[in-house]
């Protein structure tokens, strides 16, 4: 499967958002991180950046104030290719494309204090 045709859908089981120059891109960028089991059992990270980040960044906001919690939703993000131009070299690269989606774990919100069932992406 290419990756444009695939979605990826994870329960973040932990994330961290920091500001470094990564990947040689010659500035400080702000990047979250998220952690998650994927379907081989083994814990796997993606990180997003920009728009994405905002994104996940507004949808985290949200769901506090519903006393929810990223770990306790599925994401789903879908990669839009990117190309540009530059010095005469076509570049191609893949965003997650928003708005980053949800689908809630549980029925109704968990209680304080109550887990909440962890389902395969």
Request: hydrophobic share 40%; aromatic share 10%; net charge positive.
């Amino acid at each position: 499967m290419s990756l444009a045709a695939s979605a990826v859908r994870l329960q973040p089981i932990a994330w961290r958002i920091f500001e470094e120059n990564l990947f040689a891109r010659g500035r400080k960028e702000t990047w979250a991180e998220l952690f998650f089991v994927d379907e081989k059992d083994c814990v796997s990270s993606i990180m997003v950046n920009n728009t994405t980040l905002e994104e996940l960044r507004k949808l985290a906001e949200n769901l506090f104030y519903d006393d929810i919690k990223l770990s306790d939703i599925v994401l789903t993000i879908k990669p839009e290719k990117a190309e540009n131009e530059r010095e005469g070299q076509k570049r191609t690269w893949y965003i997650a494309g928003p708005p980053v989606r949800t689908v809630f774990v549980s029925v109704g919100r968990p209680r304080k204090g109550e887990g909440v069932k962890r389902i395969r992406p």
